[in-house]
């Protein structure tokens, strides 16, 4: 791969890629840059595709692979949840178990449930239970406080 860096001293930065073909390093680098527009890479069953971490519902880990849901998609990350949480560094996500993290505002309802546990309705009307451990956290951050 050719590799082209110049310095300006005037106008807009800018990055150019141009390929032949998508291979997994040029996706990489792809990704990298897209991460700044807030962009994840994944696969999915029919290869792979770049997402919007405002379109997430939640994250989950199973069996040491991370899956990110959306209302209408399954797309499998490379990665960690506290990867993700470092990387992201933005209060839209909560993590409400030791497997899983949410998109604060993609919840529609919730509900205390016994043993300090929460029920967050997603607006795919899937139930996430907030743990206990988790739950008093989250009250906080609903009330405006991290």
């Known amino acids: 791969m050719k590799i082209d860096i110049q310095k300006i ?3 807009e930065d800018s990055i150019v890629i141009r390929y032949k073909k998508i291979t997994p390093e040029m996706q990489r680098i792809i990704g990298i840059l ?3 527009d807030h962009k994840l890479w994944g696969k999915t069953e029919n290869g792979s595709v770049s997402i919007n971490i405002y379109d997430l519902l939640y994250l989950e880990s199973v069996d040491d692979k991370l899956f990110a849901y959306t209302g209408n998609t399954v ?3 490379d990665g960690t949840l506290n990867a993700f949480m470092m990387d992201i560094a933005d209060e839209s996500f909560f993590r409400c178990s030791k ?3 949410i ?3 993609k919840v529609k309802a919730l509900k205390s449930l016994s043993s300090n546990r929460i029920d967050a309705t997603m607006e ?3 139930h996430i239970i907030i743990s206990r451990r988790y739950a008093s956290d989250f009250r906080r951050l609903l009330k405006g406080g991290r």
């Open 9 to 11: 001293e005037t106008g």
């Open 34 to 36: 897209e991460k700044s």
């Open 75 to 77: 797309v499998r990350l």
């Open 99 to 101: 497997s899983m993290v």
């Open 103 to 105: 998109n604060v505002n």
């Open 124 to 126: 795919s009307g899937e």
